[in-house]
């Protein structure tokens, strides 16, 4: 356990556990709305982000954050008002975004595109204070959005249409629900790095549905898995040499693809059981009666 | 107040895209009503219920909801509401009890849950007879169990209005036998009910006035129409749909 004398391996290992936490209890959202790419989007409308804050001589992550945030609202305005054509015009936003990011770091003096390397695949090593200090506020930011609201955006992301008919303000919600969404997305910027962030908002998620049936099981396993893949892939990186933000993503990977292999003698236990608790009358397998029923009668 | 009408709906009109589907409806149901909404596809019969409920935007007309006009009613907890069973599939699987649980926040303050408002969702599953099946996922439910998890989500907020749209769509028959029974109960406890149907079926005992839609305009409304030839005929079940252009509802979530 050496690696925690080192101020930076400190800094990285706090900054990981709150990406960690922070990507799957967000992710989980999208991911039940069906937007489980947006964060992948947001990662890319952050270089814009990134790209001004270099040639404003500013905070990138910041800037990052500023910029991700207007991208996420443009995103939701263009999913009320234009949902006929809204996959173009996503797609424009999320190039439009990664080209604005290198045009205005080339502008930027003294920068290159080899700066942008650190913020597209993370670099881990390099938090700062400064950085700790943002990531910190951020992750708590996204916490009470998503553990104080959990079951409002539960709603909102189950049934849009339903959720309204409780009086739930559910264009609020969802503006929210971008907001923390972007939010994440530079809270695991240097962690993970833009172009991998989405991958820790949805495989932990895509791997606790292996296991789970609710979605409060799902919630708590996925930042379990969140938080062992972050500290794990750091550790590893910290040995072995390698890129903590890949390593990170392939042990998520490696998670999901472990759990789906556990998942299937699971189903089947729990087929098991519950084929016990069916009283005697109601086989599990189908049986053809005798003569038809009712409910046989097909009109024509 | 108690001679307000429930629902108020005068001249109503509403587009989807620039196609006109309502062409100025009036609705009027009174407290403890059980009124059918009954139309071909596309007559407007969705429509009409999703601009109630402010899915769809009114484009002209009044609407009133417990004789408050509906831009300023907030008492949302008065209404329970089950939309056709397609809208309601998530990415992430579900209990029974938490999507129930979603329909309760109408009576709650900021989302907190108290022990009166779980042993509100427990109630409800049992009105629909799924206490057993709490824990489940509603992925493992067939398409009529699912059905009855709604409207356990409806009723949860024990509302006095109640607004279903095609319940019985793709629900077999001995489910639909199970809500017309839970139906039954909470009209006689006094609830009023507006639903849209294709065509009467089981819930044909409770019904007391039908609203014929067509091309967005109210054709007949009065007493239910008595159903016609092989229709008519006890048991029938009518599982075809009554346009070549609708794809049949299969009961699965998504």
């Not at chain 1, 790095?193 to 820790?200: C, D, E, I, M, P």
Request: aromatic share 4%.
């Amino acid at each position: 356990m050496d690696f925690l004398n080192y101020a930076f391996m400190q800094r990285a290992l706090l900054a990981a556990v709150l990406v960690g936490i922070t990507a799957p209890a967000v992710g989980i959202y999208l991911v039940q709305r069906r937007q489980a790419l947006m964060g992948d989007g947001i990662g890319h409308v952050a270089m814009t982000g990134v790209g001004l804050g270099f040639l404003l001589s500013t905070s990138p992550v910041w800037m990052a954050t500023a910029v991700s945030v207007l991208g996420a609202i443009v995103m939701e305005l263009i999913r009320w008002y234009g949902r006929t054509r809204g996959d173009i015009a996503l797609a424009m936003l999320f190039y439009g975004g990664m080209a604005g990011g290198v045009m205005l770091i080339n502008l930027a003096p003294g920068g290159s595109n080899a700066n942008l390397m650190s913020y597209l695949f993370g670099s881990l090593s390099t938090v700062s204070e400064s950085d700790v200090t943002a990531i910190c506020l951020l992750a708590a930011f996204v916490l009470l959005v998503t553990l104080g609201l959990r079951r409002q955006l539960f709603a909102v992301s189950q049934d849009e249409e339903f959720a309204r008919v409780t009086g739930l303000p559910v264009r609020a919600l969802n503006l929210l629900t971008a907001i923390t969404a972007a939010v994440t997305v530079t809270v695991a910027m240097r962690v993970v790095g833009l172009l991998l962030v989405s991958a820790l908002m949805v495989v932990p998620v895509a791997a606790a549905q292996q296991l789970s049936r609710s979605f409060a099981a799902t919630f708590a396993i996925a930042v379990a898995i969140g938080v062992t893949v972050t500290i794990g892939g750091t550790i590893t990186s910290y040995y072995q040499y390698v890129p903590p933000g890949a390593t990170i993503v392939l042990l998520t990977i490696a998670a999901f693809i472990a759990l789906s292999v556990l998942a299937t003698p699971l189903a089947r236990r729990r087929a098991r059981a519950a084929a016990a608790r069916r009283p005697a009358g109601d086989p599990a397998e189908c049986a053809i009666p005798a003569t038809r029923g009712a409910a046989d009668e097909v009109g024509v | 107040m108690s001679g307000e009408p429930v629902i108020a709906l005068r001249g109503v009109t509403a587009e989807l895209g620039s196609r006109p589907v309502l062409r100025g409806i009036d609705l009027t149901v009174h407290r403890g009503e059980v009124v059918a909404l009954l139309g071909a596809n596309g007559s407007g019969k969705s429509t009409a219920i999703r601009t109630i409920i402010g899915q769809v935007p009114a484009s002209g007309g009044e609407i009133a909801l417990f004789g408050t006009p509906r831009r300023t009613f907030r008492d949302w907890s008065r209404i329970g509401y089950v939309p056709q069973r397609t809208t309601a599939a998530g990415g992430v699987p579900a209990t029974v009890t938490e999507v129930v649980s979603a329909g309760r926040l109408s009576r709650t303050r900021f989302g907190l849950f108290r022990k009166a408002d779980h042993a509100a969702v427990r109630h409800a599953l049992g009105l629909v007879g799924m206490a057993d099946r709490a824990k489940d996922s509603v992925e493992a439910l067939s398409g009529g169990q699912h059905q009855r998890v709604l409207i356990a989500r409806a009723l949860v907020a024990e509302p006095e209005l109640l607004i279903m749209d095609e319940p019985m769509a793709g629900v077999d028959l001995a489910s639909q036998e199970i809500l017309a029974q839970t139906l039954r109960e909470q009209v006689e406890r006094g609830i009023t009910v507006l639903l849209v149907l294709h065509e009467l079926g089981p819930l044909e005992p409770l019904i007391d006035r039908a609203v014929v839609l067509r091309d967005g305009c109210v054709l007949h409304d009065g007493p239910p129409p008595r159903a016609l030839g092989q229709h008519a005929l006890p048991g029938h079940d009518h599982v075809h749909p009554h346009d070549e252009h609708t794809p049949l509802r299969t009961g699965l979530l998504s």
